[in-house]
């Protein structure tokens, strides 16, 4: 498989579970992304990881928690979360984290659904 | 406060003529300007990109205008055609950083 993969499609939770979403990209990529979109809002980064470390933490509760294990895989561990949290979660990847990012495409995955009750 | 805009939430164009997307920006220090393309269920799709030391960038069928002097960028498609309704979202770059619109929702009608 190609490209970047993301699992589950859609999750529901409570809001005092504990869950996980996963990505995979297939693409050699060095840099790996995920971004929150929000009902009628702009896609909003959240964390960055070049090379396995995280480089950016744009401002995101403590109740999410990246973690990226090898250049190919990355999770978002989930814990408390509010109904506010609702949102599309999407991964992506670039080739390297090179500057400007702007020159990079940057591949997304099809997202995760989530749902907080 | 926004520093990139996509003012049409949706645009309707009919089969065959052009579609015009627009975005306007807020900091003129943005280098690099893209268009990004998103179906649902999947996630966005890059499509075109231009730099700042550019004013115009052609990729057959679409063609991204750059306006610095009114921070306005545009995506043309011509002929529109029913594979190109999709949501549209433009984003600027600078360094690290890309900011993405809220999108445009483009229907190609028969």
Redesign the interface.
Known sequence: ETG?T?TP?HLVMGMTNKKSLKCEQHLGHNAMYWYKQSA????E?MF?YNFKEQ??NNSVPSRFSPECPNSSHLFLHLHTLQPEDSALY?C?SSRS?Q?????E???????TQLSVL | D?Q?KQNSPSLSVQEGRISILNCDYTNSM?????W?KKYP??????LI?I?SIKDKNEDGRFTVFLNKSAKHLSLHIVPSQPGDSAVY?C?????????????TRLHILP
């Open positions: 970047v993301q499609r009628k809002k702009p896609l980064l960055v480089t950016e999407l992506a984290p500057t400007p990012l702007g020159s495409k940057l591949f997304f995955g099809s997202g | 926004q990139v943005f280098d690099y300007f893209l990004y269920a999947e996630g966005p799709t890059f990109s730099s979202f984003a600027a770059s600078k360094d690290d950083k890309i900011i993405f619109g809220k999108g």
